[in-house]
C-alpha cells in the first residue's frame, strides 16, 4: 500500500505533527507518575480545615482572609496530585479561585459573579488589564486579550496561544520575533536576522502589534518601534479578525505584548548575559509593595545591551527603563501607571543580498552570511521609543465594574544606509548599491473605556462589556534616497564608497483617527459558551504629500471611512476541559497610502471574514493546554509591495487563507515541559489587482505564507540525585518553501522566487547553583545555542535583488540572580 502526501514526511515531521496529540494523551500518566505528586486522602470537612491539612501536607503556604471561607464547606479529597491541583478541587464552586504568586505562595480570591475557575493561575500583580501569569508555567490559563476581559483561554472561541515568561527565559530570546518561533500560524524572521524592523505573517496576512491592548507605533512597513522583550510578561498571539474589539485590525490576527506589573510580592532580579557576536548585557528586574498596607507597589525593569550582530561592522545596543507603580486603596479599585523608554543605535542588518550568489552559484563563488553590503561609515541607525499611560478599574458591585486604559507611545528612527541593488550586469561582480536616509516619526494616542457587568437572566450568565475607544495616529515620514559606489561582495567589505545622486524620494506628513464603539456579551448557560459582540467605527485621515524626486508640488488627500463589524462564538465545555467551538469574525482597516506618486491612489479599507472551528482542551488543575483549529479566511482590497518598484504599495484585490493548526503545551511532569504545534496553510490569491499585464498573481500563494510549519520543544530538569537542579532543552523548527512576492513575471529579475524546507535546531543547558551551595540560593546559569548546527540558509526573497540570510548560530550564557 502506497500514500500520497502533499509534502515530504521525514521523521522529524512526524514527530512534530502528532506533537501535540501524543503530549496530550501522556497527561494524565505523567501526572500520576510525577515522584513530587502527593497522596491525599482527605475527609469532607469546613473548607479551613481541609486548606491548613493541604498547607501541612504540601508543605506549601495558603494565604487567604479569614472571612472568604467562614461557612464554607469542602468535599472530600483523594488521589495523587500538586498542591495547586488539590486546592482547586476544593474551592471548585464555592466562588473562589486560586492564584500562585511567583514565589509559589497559594492565595486565594473571590471570583467576579459568573465566573468559572479552570483551575490556577500565576500571578504576579494587581493590575486593572489582564491577567499576568506565566513565571513559573509554559502555560497560561487565562487571558485577556482575546475577550478584555478575565477569561479562562479554554472558554473563548478563537485560536489562541500566549508564550510565557518562562519561555522566553527558558529559550532566550531576544526579541519578539523569537518569542513566537513555537507558536502555530505565525511566521517571523523572513527578513532574516533584522534588527531594523520585526514584520510577522499570521495566517498569511501582516499583523498589528498591541501592548496592553492598545496599538503600539511599530510601523507600517517597518522602520518603528521593537519592543524590549526582558520588559514583558508574556507575548499573546491572537488569529483570526479581531476589529470587533481593536477595530484597525487585519483578518489573520494581531500580537498583544502584556507589560511587567507592579507586585506586591518582593522581586528582585539581576542578569547578565554574554555571547556570540560580542554580546554584554545586563538586566535588572525589581518589585514589591511600597507600603505595610500593600496599597502601593512598583516594577522596575532596565536593560544594558552592547553587541554586535551576523553582519560585520554592524552594532545593535540597546538601553531600556520602565517603570511601573500600582496605587490599590481597596480591593475594588487601582490605577497602574507605566512608562518605558527605550534607545537603539548601532546599524542595520537588512542588506538586500542578491539571489545568485547567495541562492545559486556564481563564477565568482558565494556571499557569506556575514557580508556587509552597506558602508560602515555611512550607515547609521538611530531610534528612541517613548511610552507614557495608565491602566484604571473601579469595581462598583458584583455587578458593575468600569476600566479606562490609556497610553500616548511615541517613536523617532533615523535609518540612514546603503544597501544592494542588484548586480552592475550579467558578467560583472560588482552591486550597484542604492542609499536611503530615513527620518521617521510615529505616534499613537490611544485610549479605550470600558464597563463591564457580570449579572443573569434566567439561567443565562452574562460577560456584558461595553465599550469606547479612540486611537490618533501620526506620521512624518522623509526619505532621501540616493546610489553609492558598487561594491564586490565576494572580495571586500562596503568601507570607502561615495554617495551621489541624492534626491528626496518621500516627504509625507500623514494624520488618521479612529473612534469606536462596541458591546460584546459572554453568555454561559450550562456547558455552553457563546460569545457575541459588535462594533462600529468612524475613521478620517489627512495626507499631505510635500514636493520630491515624483511629484512637484503639494498633495492633499482625504480619506473617510466607515465600517460595522461582528463575531460571533458558540463552544461545549466538557467538565474535562475539552471544548468544541465554532465562529465567524470579520475585520476592517481603513489603508493609508505611503507612495509618492503624483498618481498616488486612494486605497480602499481591506476587509475580511473568518470561519473557524476548533477543539481545545485544558483539563482543570493540570499544567496542560492541547488545540486543534481549522479555518478559511478571505480578505478584499489586500496590499502587497509593488514589485516593479518596491518603494510603493498596491493593492491587489482578493485573497483566502485556509488552514490547520495543532498546538500542545504541557507539564508533563515536574521535570518535563513539552511544546509542540504544526501548521498547514493554503493561501491563493483570488483575485487580481495589478492594471498591467506585465504580472499575474491570480492562483498564487501569498508572499511570506509557508505552506507547512513545525516545531518542537523538551526541557528536563533533574529534580533529585547527582543531576539535581541540572536541566536540558531541546527544540527543532521546520519552515516549508516559502515564496517572497505573489507576482509571476516574464522579466525574470522581477519574477517571484521560492525558497525554503529547512530544519534548524535549538538548545539549552541551564542549572540551579543553589543545589552546590545554600549560600547560592536563587542564583541560576544558563547556556542557549538557537540553530545549533549553524545552518546557512536564505529564509525568503522579494525578488532576485533582494534576498535574506536567516540567522546564524547564535550562543547565549545567563546568569541570573534572584533574592
Known amino acids: 500500500m502506497s500514500h500520497r502526501f502533499a509534502f515530504q514526511l521525514t521523521p522529524l515531521c512526524v514527530a512534530l505533527l502528532f506533537g501535540p496529540v501524543l503530549a496530550g494523551s501522556a497527561m494524565a500518566q505523567a501526572q500520576e507518575s510525577s515522584q513530587s505528586l502527593i497522596a491525599f486522602d482527605l ?3 469546613d473548607l479551613a480545615t481541609t486548606l491548613g491539612r493541604i498547607a501541612r501536607q504540601s508543605g506549601r503556604e495558603i494565604v487567604y482572609q479569614p472571612g472568604l471561607v467562614d461557612q464554607q464547606q469542602a468535599p472530600a479529597l483523594r488521589g495523587r496530585m500538586s498542591a495547586e491541583a488539590a486546592v482547586s478541587q476544593v474551592v471548585a464552586g464555592s466562588g473562589l479561585a486560586l492564584d500562585v504568586t511567583p514565589g509559589g505562595t497559594l492565595t486565594l480570591k473571590r471570583l467576579p459573579a459568573g465566573a468559572l475557575t479552570l483551575g490556577p493561575t500565576n500571578i504576579n500583580s494587581a493590575t486593572g488589564y489582564g491577567v499576568v501569569e506565566g ?25 489562541i496561544s500566549v508564550v510565557t515568561r518562562k519561555q522566553m527565559d527558558a529559550q532566550a530570546v531576544q526579541d519578539v520575533s523569537q518569542a513566537v518561533r513555537y507558536t502555530p500560524g505565525v511566521f517571523g524572521e523572513y527578513t532574516g536576522s533584522n534588527n531594523t524592523r520585526e514584520q510577522f505573517r499570521i495566517r498569511g ?43 484597525q485590525s487585519r483578518p489573520g490576527g494581531l500580537i498583544n505584548l502584556t507589560s511587567k506589573m507592579p507586585t506586591t510580592t518582593p522581586l528582585h532580579q539581576l542578569q547578565v548575559q554574554g555571547g556570540s557576536h560580542d554580546l554584554k548585557q545586563l538586566g535588572f528586574d525589581f518589585g514589591g509593595a511600597l507600603d505595610d498596607q500593600g496599597q502601593w507597589s512598583y516594577r522596575l525593569t532596565g536593560l544594558v545591551k552592547d553587541s554586535g550582530t551576523q553582519v560585520d561592522h554592524v552594532n545593535n545596543n540597546r538601553n531600556f527603563i520602565a517603570p511601573a507603580i500600582t496605587w490599590r486603596p481597596d480591593d475594588d479599585t487601582s490605577l ?5 523608554y527605550q534607545r537603539d543605535w548601532g546599524g542595520t542588518t537588512e542588506q538586500y543580498y542578491p539571489a545568485k550568489g ?31 499611560g495608565y491602566l484604571f478599574e473601579h469595581r462598583f458591585d458584583d455587578t458593575w465594574t468600569v476600566r479606562q486604559n490609556l497610553r500616548w507611545s511615541k517613536v523617532n528612527v533615523q535609518n540612514r544606509s546603503a544597501y544592494g541593488n542588484g548586480y552592475v550586469s550579467t558578467t560583472s561582480p560588482l552591486l550597484a548599491r542604492g542609499t536611503s536616509d530615513i527620518k521617521r516619526n510615529l505616534q499613537i494616542f490611544n485610549v479605550d473605556n470600558q464597563v463591564q457587568a457580570n449579572f443573569t437572566t434566567g439561567a443565562l450568565e452574562h460577560t456584558l462589556l461595553m465599550g469606547l475607544d479612540f486611537r490618533r495616529t501620526g506620521l512624518v515620514n522623509d526619505v532621501v534616497n540616493g546610489t553609492y559606489t558598487p561594491i564586490n561582495p565576494y572580495t571586500q567589505d562596503g568601507a570607502g564608497g561615495t554617495l551621489t545622486n541624492q534626491k528626496v524620494g518621500r516627504d509625507l506628513y500623514q494624520t488618521m483617527k479612529q473612534t469606536g464603539l462596541y458591546v460584546q456579551d459572554q453568555i454561559k448557560l450550562d456547558h455552553w459558551i457563546m460569545t ?54 470579520q475585520s476592517f482597516d481603513p489603508m493609508l497610502n505611503t507612495t509618492v506618486s503624483a498618481t498616488t491612489p486612494v486605497f480602499k479599507p481591506t476587509e475580511g471574514e473568518q470561519y473557524e472551528a476548533g477543539i481545545k482542551y485544558q483539563p482543570p488543575g493540570q499544567e496542560s493546554y492541547v488545540t486543534a483549529s481549522v479555518y478559511t479566511l478571505t480578505q478584499k482590497n489586500l496590499t502587497t509591495v509593488d514589485p516593479a518598484n518596491t518603494q510603493n504599495t498596491v493593492q491587489i484585490g482578493e485573497a483566502r487563507s485556509r488552514g490547520l493548526e495543532l498546538e500542545g503545551k504541557a507539564a508533563v511532569t515536574d521535570s518535563l515541559d513539552v511544546l509542540a504545534s504544526y501548521t498547514y496553510t493554503d ?53 516549508g518553501s516559502v515564496w517572497g512576492s505573489s507576482a509571476t513575471s516574464a522579466t525574470a529579475s522581477l519574477n517571484r522566487i521560492k525558497t525554503g524546507n529547512v530544519t534548524v535546531f535549538d538548545a539549552a543547558m541551564h542549572y540551579d547553583l543553589s543545589k552546590l551551595s545554600p549560600t547560592l540560593n536563587g542564583t541560576q546559569v544558563a547556556l542557549n545555542a538557537s540553530n545549533l548546527l549553524d545552518k546557512d540558509y536564505i529564509t525568503a526573497c522579494s525578488n532576485s535583488a533582494s534576498c535574506y540570510f536567516g540567522p546564524r548560530r547564535n550562543v547565549v550564557a545567563t546568569l541570573t540572580y534572584n533574592w
Open 43 to 45: 475527609p469532607a470537612a
Open 135 to 159: 513565571d513559573r508555567s509554559y502555560v497560561a490559563t487565562r487571558t485577556s486579550g482575546a475577550t478584555k476581559t478575565d477569561t479562562p483561554i479554554g472558554e473563548i472561541p478563537q485560536s
Open 205 to 247: 496576512f501582516s499583523p498589528y502589534v498591541f501592548q496592553d491592548g492598545l496599538m503600539l507605533p511599530y510601523g507600517e512597513s517597518g522602520q518603528g518601534g521593537m519592543a524590549e522583550p526582558y520588559g514583558l510578561q508574556s507575548v499573546e498571539v491572537l488569529r483570526g479578525p479581531s476589529s470587533m474589539l481593536y477595530g
Open 336 to 340: 497602574t501607571l507605566l512608562a518605558q
Open 358 to 388: 547567495t541562492l545559486s552559484n556564481t563564477p565568482w563563488g558565494h556571499i557569506n552570511s556575514n557580508t556587509l553590503l552597506g558602508d560602515p561609515n555611512f550607515d547609521q541607525l538611530r531610534r528612541e521609543s517613548f511610552q507614557l
Open 532 to 585: 457575541l459582540g459588535g462594533r462600529y467605527d468612524w475613521a478620517k485621515s489627512d495626507s499631505h504629500y510635500r514636493p520630491d524626486a515624483s511629484n512637484a508640488t503639494n498633495r492633499y488627500i482625504d480619506q473617510d471611512d466607515e465600517k460595522g463589524t461582528w463575531r460571533a462564538g458558540l463552544g461545549y465545555l466538557f467538565d474535562n476541559g475539552v471544548m468544541p467551538y465554532f465562529s465567524y469574525s
Open 683 to 735: 493561501s491563493e490569491v483570488t483575485k487580481s489587482g495589478y492594471i498591467t499585464s506585465a504580472y499575474t498573481d491570480k492562483g498564487n500563494e501569498l508572499p511570506f505564507t509557508p505552506r507547512h510549519q513545525a516545531s518542537t520543544w523538551l526541557d528536563y530538569t533533574f529534580h533529585d540525585g547527582l543531576l539535581e537542579g541540572f536541566g536540558l532543552g531541546g527544540g527543532a523548527r521546520y519552515v
